[in-house]
């Protein structure tokens, strides 16, 4: 398939519980090109694990098509694809070993009939970082490395597309980043694309080329891990990606009035319009005689190698995140000073944007 066309391709997928229950997924459409690492992020309940069981072909949709490596998995009036007849590998939450089976036999589960079987659950083991344990059941390995035994059994029979369904929660936090590095890079080495369901912020940011954010069944947002973080569209992404302000402003071309002094816009608007100023994005300043606008600094948490101040002027409470070497403490004066225009949102108040 040509790099530049995707390989997976869906378009208005709709997905319903029961026909007269209101849709746990509605008009999900976006593409994943080959080897691109695709995470789709939102909280629990907001529907990504049915999307992914219908991407699976566990579950049908009530409308919109799934068009993967050139075939249509599914189409109206008629019985989607089989999963074992999609060539998608998955690796669940849980991992869905096979506890009778050893590691190297749950790995070489899928190449049965293949003659070099046992080179290539060889090979897997030693990609995987589990040589010399492949004689060893899941209850004998810890999670991480029933995590790669699972990864190992899901890639076995070459899939051009892998989904990991919240791959690293089970994962303690001291293993989770070093174990996304190597599954990300093994992955690549493979030249398998991915797709990965995820709650967690950071997972999405670090692991995925791009993200899509979602809420209530529908995405709000696709784009790479910068794009969404540093241009969010709508107060909920702004907040579910990190720590922001949410400010209502009164705009005026390129900038506006808030609670806390003057900021730039990042695109013109007029009236009362939310944006979004990340923490990191403002500084704090001795005031001055003349300053119309003062805080009090109500909250310092020191973080080591940074500082994050909670300053509460009179209208509003703002969030800053600093260095440490700014000299101030609690119930001191200071001046908010933005460093980047404010994101101006999508949603309610509506101002008029351009």
Sequence with gaps: MNRHSPILDV????????????????????????????????????GKTSFLRVLAGFDAPESGTIRYDGRLLNEPNAEPVPPEKRGIGIVFQDYALFPHLTAAQNIGFGLKGRTDRREEVSLLLSA???????????????????????????????????LLDEPFSNLDAKLRQSTRAEIKAMLAAFGITAIMVTHDQEEALSFADRVAVMRDGRIQQTGTPEDIYFRPKTPFVAQFLGLTNLVLAEADGLH????????????????????????????????????STRGIITRREFKGHDVTWTVKTQDTEVLVHTDNRLPFVCQDEVAIVPLEAAIVLEDEPAGVCN
Excluded: K
């Excluded at 009035?257 to 013109?268: H, K, S, V």
């Design 11 to 46: 378009e208005g997928i709709t997905r319903r519980h029961g026909v007269s229950l209101p849709p746990v997924v509605t008009d999900v459409t976006f593409q994943v090109h080959p080897g691109e690492m695709f995470a789709l992020l939102g909280p629990s309940g907001c």
């Design 128 to 162: 995987v970082g589990l040589e010399g344990l492949g004689h060893r059941y899941p209850h004998e390995l810890s999670g991480g490395q029933q995590q790669r035994v699972a990864i190992a059994r899901s890639i076995a029979p070459r899939p051009s597309l892998i």
């Design 256 to 291: 506006a009035q808030t609670g806390f002094g003057p900021i730039a816009l990042d695109r013109p608007c007029s009236g009362p319009t939310w944006v979004s100023l990340r923490p990191e994005h403002l500084t704090l300043a001795p005031t001055s005689a003349d300053a």
